[in-house]
């Protein structure tokens, strides 16, 4: 390493700006808010163009999930990097409780209202999920269960966070100890090993079924520049450059070929697609952070305060509140620039969610933590 994190602490703990991070997350958390929106909702409508605008919303709000394992690999790596006296044990267990606290209270919320939907619905919520797939879910094995996926699909990507950050420590001593290279290496292995592997021997190679080494090569990439931020500042800075919005549609555009020229280009293009979202996405956020007002940057770290809740809740009111609501209404579907205009109002509503129920996750929080402080 070319200096410890003691020292960098001492010396320079301030000298970088992570608002960007922020503003990544904000974004994502509402393209992905969107995507499930429209995922989940019917739509259509007379007006072509308004179909191909739904359409185009839905497909890149999901891809926006990518952004999230970068983000994750770079907020864990700069808060490593920058932590005096920094210790696994009080890592770890911080990441239990303020991941794992909001994801079981959601998760028996979940399952609580797709009982209740079970029966007030009953024509539109036509599965009677067991206690079977409360346990799939709270032991994060609901990714080996494909009949439990309909609880709640947005869920995939708990289980392969929560793997990447099991890894996290072990990624961290590479970088350390065989450097940046050495880490690449084993990363792109690990993952595209792990996805051929998989296709092989007759796994799903599929979201809803992921294994974290499927996006160990992202999460390293946000490692690495977290790494360069704390170390290496001026080789961040260059992806503000226009330039990189130049790599970020190559990246994207090339993902999106690689996905409609080969059978499996939607299992190994995940990586360009991610590479596609960053270099088009931190520019773009430097723009947004210098034309932000100071309300306006308030609004954005809120946003992102609340993002991981945010993400946690959407899937359930969509699934068993309002998709029901408007299914036994006769509203769905709806037109399709009415559903994308509502899109944007949801997330509105998610995010006021999120808020009334922060205070009881954080007096959960802290009555755990509390102990260790």
């Not at 739509?43 to 890149?60: G, R």
């Not at 944007?344 to 929080?365: E, G, K």
Request: charged letters at 10%; aromatic letters at 18%.
């Amino acid at each position: 390493m070319k200096r410890s994190a003691t020292s960098y602490c001492s010396q320079n703990s301030r000298s970088f700006d992570a608002t960007w991070i922020d503003v990544v997350r904000c974004i994502a958390v509402n393209a992905v808010v969107i995507h499930h929106w429209l995922f989940f909702n019917s739509y259509n409508s007379t007006v072509k163009p308004f179909n191909n605008l739904a359409e185009i919303i839905e497909d890149v709000g999901g891809t926006a999930v990518h952004l999230f394992f970068i983000v994750s690999g770079c907020g864990l790596t700069i808060s490593y990097f920058t932590t005096i006296n920094f210790s696994w044990e009080s890592w770890a267990l911080k990441r239990i409780v303020k991941i794992g606290i909001p994801y079981f209270v959601i998760t028996l919320f979940t399952f609580c209202l797709a009982k209740a939907g079970h029966i007030v619905f009953p024509n539109s919520v036509t599965m009677n999920f067991s206690w079977r797939t409360l346990i799939a879910y709270l032991t994060f094995a609901r990714n080996f269960c494909p009949s439990d996926f309909e609880l709640n699909p947005t869920m995939w990507y708990m289980p392969v966070i929560v793997g990447l950050y099991v890894l996290f420590p072990l990624f961290i001593r590479i970088l350390k100890n065989r450097g940046v290279l050495f880490l690449v290496v084993i990363s792109l292995l690990l993952t595209y090993g792990s996805i051929t592997f998989c296709l092989l021997f007759g796994y799903p190679v599929m979201h809803q079924s992921a294994l974290p080494f499927f996006f160990v090569i992202e999460f390293t990439f946000g490692i690495l520049i977290g790494y360069k931020i704390i170390f290496d500042p001026r080789i961040i800075k260059l992806f503000a450059d226009k330039k990189a919005l130049c790599f970020g549609l190559f990246f994207y555009g090339t993902s999106w070929m690689v996905k409609k020229s080969w059978i499996l280009g939607g299992t190994y293009n995940d990586f360009l697609t991610a590479l596609g979202l960053f270099f088009l996405a931190y520019p773009f956020c430097q723009w947004i952070i210098r034309c932000l007002s100071t309300k306006g940057e308030k609004i954005v770290k809120q946003v992102s305060k609340y993002s991981y809740l945010m993400y946690l809740i959407h899937g359930p009111l969509i699934l068993f509140i309002i998709r029901p609501s408007l299914n036994e209404a006769g509203f769905l579907p709806l037109d399709s620039l009415l559903m994308v205009c509502l899109g944007f109002v949801f997330c509105i509503v998610v995010y006021f969610t999120a808020r009334i129920i922060s205070p009881i996750i954080n007096f959960l929080n802290y009555t755990l933590l509390h102990p260790y402080r």
